[in-house]
Each structure stands twice: as structure tokens, then as C-alpha cells.
């Protein structure tokens, strides 16, 4: 599974670009299909997957381990490392694990009422 984005649709923020994953750039909710016509190729873009790094107890610095998968340790600092990508802020994540997670949800959660 590859992660990407629609630019043919609407983020659930409101934003342009909807992310879905899947095998094939194929955008499941309007059906644009850039693998199977080229003169739609832009309207799809491949993602990195860029995990959660939740917030820890101290302001500015991340708990250290993917949101998705506590067991695995993120590489100091921000960034990139061995191909692991990882970021603090919510609105940049595009690991679909990571945004189904309760740290993820509660970040989100806490970024709109302090709005
Ligand atoms: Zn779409
Ligand atoms: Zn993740």
C-alpha cells in the first residue's frame, strides 16, 4: 500500500487535496484515475508516509516513538532518518495509522479549541 493525495478533492479540513492509500493512484472517493489516463497524472501525487510524533510533557519536543506504533523509536530530532519521516504537527502527518490514533486525535482535538 502506497499513501496519496487527490488534488480532484477536498481534505476533511477543508483543504485541497484528499489522502487515501491504496496499490494504484487511484483516488477511491471521485474516481480520478492517474495511472490509467496521463493528462490526469497531476491530480495525483504520491505521499511519504510522515508519522505522528505526539506531544510529550515538555513544550516543543515529541514523546520520541511513532503514534502508530509505540514499540518503534523515532530518530532524534525533526526530519528525516533511514527513511522514517516524522513530524509533530498534526496537520502535516500522512501516515493513515498514525491519524486513527488517540494521541493524533487528541492533538487535533486540542488544536481546534485552542482556535
Ligand atoms: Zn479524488
Ligand atoms: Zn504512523
Redesign the pocket.
Given at each position: 500500500m502506497k499513501a496519496y493525495r487527490?488534488y480532484?478533492?477536498v481534505g476533511d479540513n477543508g483543504t485541497p487535496g484528499?489522502d487515501f492509500e491504496g496499490d494504484a493512484p487511484k483516488?477511491p472517493?471521485?474516481?480520478?484515475d492517474a495511472a490509467g489516463n496521463p493528462r490526469l497524472a497531476g491530480?495525483i501525487v504520491a505521499l511519504e508516509v510522515i508519522h505522528f510524533d505526539a506531544p510529550s510533557p515538555v513544550r516543543g519536543v515529541g514523546v520520541g516513538f511513532r503514534a502508530c506504533d509505540p514499540k518503534k523509536r523515532l530518530p532524534d530530532g525533526d526530519g528525516m532518518d533511514k527513511g522514517t519521516r516524522f513530524t509533530g504537527h498534526p496537520a502535516a502527518v500522512t501516515c493513515p495509522r498514525c491519524k486513527a490514533s488517540e494521541a493524533y486525535l487528541k492533538a487535533t482535538a486540542d488544536d481546534t479549541s485552542a482556535e
Amino acid at each position: 500500500m502506497k499513501a496519496y493525495r487527490c488534488y480532484n478533492c477536498v481534505g476533511d479540513n477543508g483543504t485541497p487535496g484528499k489522502d487515501f492509500e491504496g496499490d494504484a493512484p487511484k483516488c477511491p472517493a471521485c474516481g480520478v484515475d492517474a495511472a490509467g489516463n496521463p493528462r490526469l497524472a497531476g491530480m495525483i501525487v504520491a505521499l511519504e508516509v510522515i508519522h505522528f510524533d505526539a506531544p510529550s510533557p515538555v513544550r516543543g519536543v515529541g514523546v520520541g516513538f511513532r503514534a502508530c506504533d509505540p514499540k518503534k523509536r523515532l530518530p532524534d530530532g525533526d526530519g528525516m532518518d533511514k527513511g522514517t519521516r516524522f513530524t509533530g504537527h498534526p496537520a502535516a502527518v500522512t501516515c493513515p495509522r498514525c491519524k486513527a490514533s488517540e494521541a493524533y486525535l487528541k492533538a487535533t482535538a486540542d488544536d481546534t479549541s485552542a482556535e
